[in-house]
């Protein structure tokens, strides 16, 4: 079946503006996970969706950084005045949610953001 | 190209014994390479990371790999297994391009 997609696979915008990441988990996924990763560094977790709970936001680098999900599907991130430092590849990862044991994740191929 | 193989994909050990996942990468150029952990309903944890400085790398609880070039291998040990490490754990290299290219997770059970 369809794996988890993102889009655009590579974004170029300059300083200041605002983008949209938009990713699509896979379906019946009710977790959903975005992370950061800048040139050199590992995974960095940004945000946690799972079902109708309250996101777990604790990651946010900053209030620039926000995130939406429609129910159980599509999820956007967005990025506000963007800076320079905002530059890294940020990756979708979805799950099947199941409570207790291990949730595999699943995840996208990533966006590819440069700030100029 | 690059691409990394973890060896098992489950892994069952007794608490207090030692831990071994192992991983072996393929990269064209000199790779930055990545232990994860994941517990069940939590994001990714970064455990170490291996950027061409020192080839043993020592990660947070207790766990340290060894970056080996000529066996092109990065496993990840610990000495003595707490129930607390039982979760799913990412083997995960970076190119120069920062693509990064994930194991596909051992699961690592332990028994009390």
């Known amino acids: ?116 | 190209a690059q691409s990394v193989t973890q060896l098992d994909s489950h892994v069952s050990v007794s608490e207090g014994t030692p831990v071994l996942l192992r991983c072996n990468y393929s990269s064209s150029y000199s790779p930055s390479l990545f232990w994860y952990v994941q517990h069940p309903n939590k994001g990714l944890q970064l455990l170490l990371k291996y950027t061409s400085a020192a080839t043993l790398v020592k990660g947070i609880n207790g766990f340290e790999a060894e970056f080996k070039k000529s066996e092109t291998s990065f496993h990840l040990t610990k000495p003595s297994a707490h129930m607390s490490d039982a979760a799913e754990y990412f083997c995960v290299v970076s190119d120069q391009g920062n693509n990064l290219f994930f194991g596909t997770g051992t699961r690592l059970t332990v028994i009390p």
Not at chain 1, 4 to 15: A, I, R
Not at chain 1, 20 to 45: K, V
Not at chain 1, 100 to 113: A, C, E, K, N, S
Request: net charge neutral; charged share 20%; aromatic share 8%.
């Open chain 1, 1 to 116: 079946g369809a794996g988890v997609s993102q889009s655009p696979s590579n974004k170029v915008t300059e300083k200041g503006k605002d983008v949209e990441l938009r990713c699509d988990p896979i379906s019946g996924h009710t977790a959903l996970y975005w992370y950061r990763q800048r040139l050199g560094q590992g995974l960095e977790f940004l945000i946690y969706f799972q079902g109708n709970s309250a996101p777990d936001k604790s990651g946010l680098p900053s209030d620039r950084f926000s995130a939406e999900r429609t129910g159980e599907s599509v999820s956007t991130l967005t990025i506000q005045r963007t800076q320079q430092e905002d530059s890294a590849v940020y990756l979708c990862a979805s799950s099947l949610g199941s409570s207790g044991g291990i949730d595999t994740q699943y995840f996208g191929p990533g966006t590819r953001l440069t700030v100029l």
